[in-house]
Each structure stands twice: as C-alpha cells, then as structure tokens.
C-alpha cells in the first residue's frame, strides 16, 4: 500500500517543504519581540520602575526589571512560542 509522504510529515515538515520555514519562524520571532518589550514597558510603568529609580537605586532597579523580564517571557512562551 502507498502512503503519501506528506501524511508522514510533521507540521513544520510540511512548512519546510513548501520553502516557508525561515518566513515562518521570523514572523513568529518578531511578535514575540514586539510582546516581550511591550510588556516590560506596561509592567514596568505600573509598577513604578522608572528611570529616576535606575539612577538612585540601581541594584533596586536591575532586579525589579529582571523580575519582570522573567514574568514577560512567561506570558510570550505560553501565549506564542508554545502555542
């Protein structure tokens, strides 16, 4: 019995096949940049961490942001990267 290939094919077999892969992959890597910056930007104005803070308080500062990088890349893995 003969089985096509593509029914054998993952996916993203599929997008690499039909040439589409790097498009594909870019366009995914820029909503994800655009989210990730985004959100540090709305979290970080509603939390108060601002650039007065950077220059009085700066280990205050790089922490908080750092908390907050961490908490955006949760919500752009879950939402785009592995959805």
Not at 6 to 16: A, C, H, R
Not at 20 to 25: A, E, T
Not at 36 to 58: H, N, W
């Amino acid at each position: 019995m003969y089985f096509p290939l593509s029914e054998f094919v993952n996916p993203y077999g599929k997008i690499l096949v039909n040439g589409k892969l790097n498009s594909y992959l870019a366009d995914i890597d820029e909503r994800a940049t655009t989210m990730m910056f985004r959100l540090i930007e709305q979290m970080a104005d509603k939390e108060g961490v601002t650039e007065q803070l950077k220059t009085e308080r700066p280990m205050l500062w790089v922490g908080r942001i750092n908390e907050i990088q961490a908490r955006a890349r949760e919500i752009v893995n879950a939402e785009i990267i592995y959805a």
